[in-house]
């Protein structure tokens, strides 16, 4: 049954209809749970918040999936002007991004420019950017952008791997050797089993094998993840083999095991709250849904309330 809603709310994440509609009517049915709110404002307050309480931010201004140079275009500035906020309230955060909503679907060459403006604007202010995984369809276009990127800003820009797929032991072996700061995650898109682990205790088991990797390596390692499991194995890998703070990060959704992330900073690790924010939180409130569909009950629950 678990299985089945998976499946169905990862094929209504794709549904064009149902986002058009959801951003027309505003956040509902309980995604402010997941999501900090519709404007820049409310992810500068949130942002404040969270820092307050010792969390670091990552902000997403919500979008993906963008099919016209003028939405592109729109993402790109909003981004920007993101940036410029958070920089005017000097807050501890940084950028994620998603290229499917920087124009990557409409030409490559768009999407790059967009990118390198953003993440110039970023590097002004010493700020950082990295790459959200979209699915694997976008896997190879990512890295291409990825590499290019890479190359011109080597500190202030990084990447998301999903653990999911079969090739990423091979990426990250790369990635290390040129000291990548990544960002390792499970994986949160609807794949086939050509290319990815179908069962979920592989996906778990690769997930720590690449964290071990990257860890010991000489890049950065964002480990984003709620699963206390992996926290415990992590927390004792890192003391083990004598890896320093500076080296790596645990990072969680904001709205998910909020008591865990202050628990862990109160612990004394470093932790950073990943911040959707914008009208676009359609496809991202479906993958949330996805990966736990107990969560159905929030959206139950706000419907029926007044
Ligand atoms: P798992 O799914 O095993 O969950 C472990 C526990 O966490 C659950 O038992 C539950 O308690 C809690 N939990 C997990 N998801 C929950 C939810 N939605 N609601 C309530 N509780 C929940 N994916 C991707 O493909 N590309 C990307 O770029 C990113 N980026 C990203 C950034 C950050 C900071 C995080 C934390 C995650 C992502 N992801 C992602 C999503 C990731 O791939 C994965 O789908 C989720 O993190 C859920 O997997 P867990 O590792 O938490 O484990």
Redesign the pocket.
């Known amino acids: 049954m678990e299985a089945i809603m998976r499946n169905l709310f990862l094929t209504m994440a794709k549904s064009q209809t149902a986002n058009r509609l959801a951003k027309r009517y505003g956040l509902r049915f309980g995604a402010q749970r997941f999501v900090a709110g519709e404007s820049i404002q409310h992810a500068v307050e949130t942002t404040k918040r969270l820092n307050e309480q010792g969390l670091k931010v990552?902000l997403d201004h919500l979008g993906e999936s963008v099919y016209t140079r003028d939405e592109a275009a729109q993402a790109a500035a909003d981004c920007i002007r993101t940036l410029d906020a958070i920089s005017e309230a000097e807050q501890n955060m940084y950028l994620?991004i998603k290229l499917t909503q920087l124009g990557l679907d409409i030409d490559e060459g768009l999407c790059l420019d967009h990118v390198k403006k953003i993440v110039s604007r970023a590097a002004e202010s010493g700020y950082f950017v990295r790459i959200?995984?979209?699915d694997y369809a976008h896997n190879e276009a990512t890295f291409r952008l990825f590499h290019k990127l890479h190359a011109d800003f080597p500190n202030q820009i990084g990447l998301?791997i999903?653990a999911c797929l079969h090739k990423s032991k091979q990426d990250i072996a790369e990635l290390g050797k040129k000291g990548v700061n990544v960002?390792l995650?499970?994986?949160?898109?609807k794949e086939s089993p050509e290319v990815a682990f179908p069962d979920?205790a592989d996906v778990?088991k690769q997930?720590i094998d690449l964290l071990e990797m990257h860890l010991t390596s000489g890049g950065f390692t964002?480990i984003?993840?709620?699963?206390?499991t992996?926290i415990t194995h992590i927390k004792q890998f890192v003391t083990e083999q004598d890896i320093p703070k500076e080296r790596y990060e645990f990072?969680?959704?904001y709205g998910?095991?909020t008591q865990l992330q202050l628990d862990l900073v109160k612990e004394g690790y470093p932790v950073?709250v990943?911040v959707p924010f914008g009208t676009d939180w359609y496809a991202y409130f479906m993958?949330?849904?996805a990966?736990?569909p107990a969560?159905v009950n929030f959206v139950l629950r706000s419907m029926f309330k007044k």
């Open positions: 990552t994620s959200d995984m979209e998301a999903q960002r995650v499970k994986g949160a898109y979920k778990d997930f964002a984003a993840t709620h699963d206390e992996v990072q969680m959704l998910i095991r950073r990943y993958r949330r849904l990966e736990r969560n």
